[in-house]
DNA sequence: GATGAATGAGGTTTCATTCAT
DNA sequence: TATGAATGAAACCTCATTCAT
């Protein structure tokens, strides 16, 4: 039924409404600062209605997070994909992540601070797995390098989690503007360390 | 006079089984779900008393984040002072970074997910760097071990930021139980990394 | 539509059952000793309820001030609308004034003991006149009497002051019980002297 | 002992300096913004002194009361000792109560504003009537004039509630600023209606 | 008597969530 | 399905008062 559909499809555009929303609130503001009326003004939605999608705030939080590493994931991949070679993806993926976060400097926030959330939150959403995709999409890239023979056989994922450990520190440092450096140039600087650390061929 | 003494040692000694109830309270429950009635209880003294030594519930969280941090720096100064160069410094710094925080398994919550509750608090204290001692001397530990020739002439703040984020991602993964590996084994898989690549003779 | 109208309705409904629930208890209690939570249950709304009609406890009780007197001051103007001469008018409402306070001893209290409730409101909320209308209306009177060449030509502001001073300090008296008198009679032999004057050789 | 007498002295200067600072302290903030600790730090005591000296908060205030008033009193009373006859002395007393009070515009707040407490504070000190001496005098003053021949024979406790109301509201619109008035102008056109009457033909 | 550290009761207000319309 | 008015639980912090020293 045409009417079906129609209604189909205001529907997934007020549920997105709902999420933009969200996500916008929450980088600016934080978790606990955002009130569910404010989400619900900016989604142009009553308050009741984001309950009509989302079981509650955690969920919406959940959802939004998802949303953002699905996204920014998917616009990295794309970009990546020319490069010729694993490592070459593996470098320009790090540069993207930087870039991607920082040209939004709320979601930088939003990645490196309200990602995250309390102990009890791990404790009551065991499910809660924001990263999962992101840091395993990081870890195949390392094994396939390794593969290709551009990097040592070190454990990948070990190196998922120097890799991402490292991105994440420089945008909360950046993010909180404790440091006061040049982000460029500390990005350069890094992945200058990280490659020259990993390569066969580094001597 | 003896009793002024007596006083001062009995409040130095409430103050910090305030603050040691406050980090259990806040590692097991996270900063918004602990009241302070709570952490009262635990520290044996009145809700009002909380007060007495500290201006607010934010002031004893950035106060409890201060004192871990300069504590278990300090253990770590004085552990890693007999080591014979910087560079054993800084791989033993790593290792027991690892060692103090997984030890007592909510000081790693505290450090890898309540430090970074929320934007909120870092807009509102701009002043608020508890981590600003730690990575500054990790920062000279590289400087040092640059300058004794055991690892190449790498920026050092951007070696500070590797290792700190990777020392906080892999206490994050293991505190959440994302990951299901061996922590002892991840770490030295990670130090086997770090030192492989930044080495002088690395060949 | 049928259905707003019904719902702004039970608001005003709701908005008066909390503005009278709350004179009441101020009334019987002080603001200060007051809990919004006991107004709440008198009006029988939830607690939150009243935060949806006053910002807070302060509005609440500026706002039933405001009107309590303008009530009685309607009543009023209507009441002596039919006297003829502004004289009557004047007396009449002086008798007027202490017979609807005290019909409701609660509102004797209400005008006469918490109006006066600390400088505290004054210092925040320096457009509080509460009695501003009221006193300004009895002015009015004052200077139609003068022109009705009723009573001679005094200050019109200092009449108003004799007059609102001594009805309000009868209900104090009478309210707080310090004395015991008739306040009838008392009433008479005020608007008597006010009248007459005290100067024996006045004449 | 002389021991004794000295401490006694002390003690009593102590008593006198809380009260001092009491007043003050009341006057300038309200009594619900005054706290204890406010009143031993400006009267350089402990704050457990002040339970010493008086039962509670409540009636550390009504002692204050009690003193402003019996001083004010009796500064009227010696400088009106000298008038000639009784009217005169009684218009003497309007024209210090006003000067009194407003030389020191804290004490016209606590006189207009504080003295009118809760109608909890009542029902709770039946025997709490702070103006009940005040009140008396200016009764007995009335009586006198009216021997005296100098006014009718109105009723005394009328006259002494239409003097009392008037400079009470008269002080109260001056010390709220809510009227823009020369206060001597003012005082002196009440008098002369108070003294003159209202009525035209009032022979 | 004097101290002041410690107590702990108490209340306003917010806001996630519900549910009658 | 959508609304948004109503709900009511929940907790930080203050400060009068106490009491061990």
Redesign the interface.
Known sequence: MKKNKQQLKKQIQKRSAIIDAAIKTFSL?????TKISEIAKHAEVADGTVYLYFKNKDELLMVAFDEIINEKLNIIKSKIDTDTTSLRKLLHFFKLHVKLFTEEPHLA?FL???????????QKY?EF?P??KYTNFLEKLCQDTIQEGNI?P??T???A??F???????L??W?????N?SLSK?EK??V???T???RIY??
């Open positions: 503001k934080g978790f606990h600062q926030r490196s601070i309200e990602l995250r959330q309390s102990s009890e939150f791990y065991p797995k990263l999962e040592k070190f454990d994922k070990a190196l989690i120097i991402y450990g490292t991105m994440d520190f420089l909360l440092e993010a909180t503007g404790n440091q450096f500390m600087k890094i200058d360390i990280l020259n650390g990993l580094s001597s």
